[in-house]
């Protein structure tokens, strides 16, 4: 098998259904949420006017975006493990 067709074929046993959209979308909520953060905590380091406590709130999109990351990798193991044992019992 070369090395081309080994690689699409792991692609597509990867499943590209739920679990990708979730980590995809965790991605972005990580990185909205370490925006959010490092916009929150740049006032108390420049002994700036802090932001509203909402500010601070949206910091807690970074645990959410990581959870919803992890989640999907989670889904994409089990799909794999049970790709690997209906193979198996084939």
């Known amino acids: 098998m070369s090395s ?8 597509a ?8 959209a979730y980590v995809k979308a965790g991605t972005i909520v990580f990185g909205l949420g370490a ?3 490092l916009v929150t905590f740049v006032p108390l380091f420049l002994h700036l006017t802090p932001l509203p406590t909402a ?3 949206l910091s807690m999109l ?4 990581f959870l ?14 049970r790709r690997v044992r209906a193979a198996a019992g084939a």
């Open 4 to 11: 081309a067709s080994s690689v699409s074929g792991r692609s």
């Open 13 to 20: 046993d990867r499943g590209d259904g739920r679990s990708d």
């Open 35 to 37: 925006l959010a953060t």
């Open 55 to 57: 500010a601070y709130w």
């Open 62 to 65: 970074m645990p959410l975006g």
């Open 68 to 81: 919803l990351a992890l989640t999907g990798l989670l889904l994409s193991a089990r799909a794999q493990r």
